[in-house]
């Protein structure tokens, strides 16, 4: 297959305002699958779907060698209502394509199916080469790719498409969220009690408030815990038993998220219950072949605190892709059309010096 990057660009883009103007709301992206699947039908690559997932491999794939995951989702959270352009009309002004879901990742998968569909078919790559287009990100629901790996080969090492500007994200924060209750006596607002759930709550946020862990990633630095809610009581004359608070801690990649739970439910001067251990942190090694193919063409690294599909991910993985984190989940959302251009041209680039050694 010959094919220009010029026209792969100008097609991608057409791609991309495709799914903006179909509503993909996750658990709802089965016309936007379609649409991918239609990309693929027109370059004569085959591929597969599970669920809203859709999945292809390199033309010349070879089970001994290794596999590098190119990823990105589909799938779109619901609009704002700050919302002052229709957000399923994909139009462009003044150079920026807007749409719901065009930064965040419409952008970043449609560079990288392009990028895909360049080497497709090329020989004599030292990894295979494996697309999934998933569902069901925004809402990390079963049927997004951690609901899909199982059924894909063994993957090596991952790019996760999410907006950085282009930038290599070579670590990401994983989360644990924990609920808590601070106990005291219940009694009538009346009468005196030396055992308030309330006040007792005082001293409890004050130690989440100084608390640190003691180790500090170079990428990602401190693990931040937040207290993010408060909630007692029933009525103005009941002093309540319990306090319940949550807490939202981003954990670096020196701690796993088993190991946090532990530390904070043996120190936290409170009862605490983790919600879920499963959205860990992810890393790739800054020397890693992919991460210096990266550097060498003038991209930086850093360390991202938000999440993405990488937490699923238990090989090594770097997040990347055009478009600014800052604009997702925005009113008005946009993506540059040069950001795309660039993105394309940076991803290309990049495989070329990891894949082949150019």
């Not at 697309?131 to 809402?139: F, L, P």
Request: aromatic share 6%; with cysteine.
């Amino acid at each position: 297959m010959k094919i220009e990057q010029e026209e792969l660009t100008e097609k991608a883009i057409d791609l991309l305002k495709k799914l903006i103007s179909i509503q993909s709301f996750s658990g709802e992206e089965h016309h936007t699958a379609e649409a991918i699947e239609n990309w693929f039908k027109a370059f004569d690559i085959p591929f597969q779907r599970k669920d809203n997932n859709v999945i292809a491999k390199n033309k010349h794939w070879d089970d001994t060698k290794p596999t590098l995951l190119l990823n990105s989702h589909h799938d779109t959270v619901k609009p704002n209502t700050a919302y002052t352009k229709d957000p399923f009309h994909p139009h462009i002004e003044d150079g920026k394509l807007f749409g719901l879901g065009s930064n965040d990742a419409g952008g970043p998968l449609v560079s990288l199916i392009a990028t895909f569909t360049k080497f497709y078919d090329q020989e004599d790559l030292n990894h295979n080469l494996l697309i999934a287009a998933t569902a069901e990100e925004e809402n990390a629901g079963p049927k997004s790719l951690r609901g899909l790996l199982p059924s894909l080969p063994k993957i090596d090492v991952a790019i996760v498409g999410e907006p950085t500007l282009m930038n290599l994200a070579i670590a990401e924060k994983g989360l644990v969220v924990f609920d808590a209750v601070v106990k005291g006596t219940p009694s009538h607002a009346a009468h005196p009690n030396e055992d308030n759930s309330i006040y007792n709550t005082i001293k409890v946020l004050d130690w989440f408030k100084n608390y640190k862990f003691d180790k500090v990633s170079e990428a990602l630095g401190e693990v931040k815990l937040t207290v993010t809610q408060i909630n007692a009581g029933t009525q103005h004359n009941v002093v309540p038993a319990h306090t319940d608070l949550v807490i939202d801690v981003r954990v670096n990649d020196c701690y796993s998220n088993s190991k946090i739970a532990n530390i904070l439910k043996a120190e936290a001067p409170c009862e605490l219950q983790e919600r879920s251990l499963r959205l860990n942190s992810s890393s790739i090694d800054k020397n890693h072949p992919l991460v210096q193919s990266g550097v060498n063409l003038g991209r930086e690294t850093y360390g991202s605190p938000t999440l993405s599909d990488q937490a699923a991910l238990t090989c090594q993985s770097m997040k990347l892709g055009p478009g600014d984190s800052t604009r997702s989940h925005s009113a008005d959302e946009y993506i540059y059309v040069n950001e795309i251009e660039e993105g394309i041209d940076i991803y290309i680039k990049l495989l070329q010096g990891f894949l082949i050694g150019q």
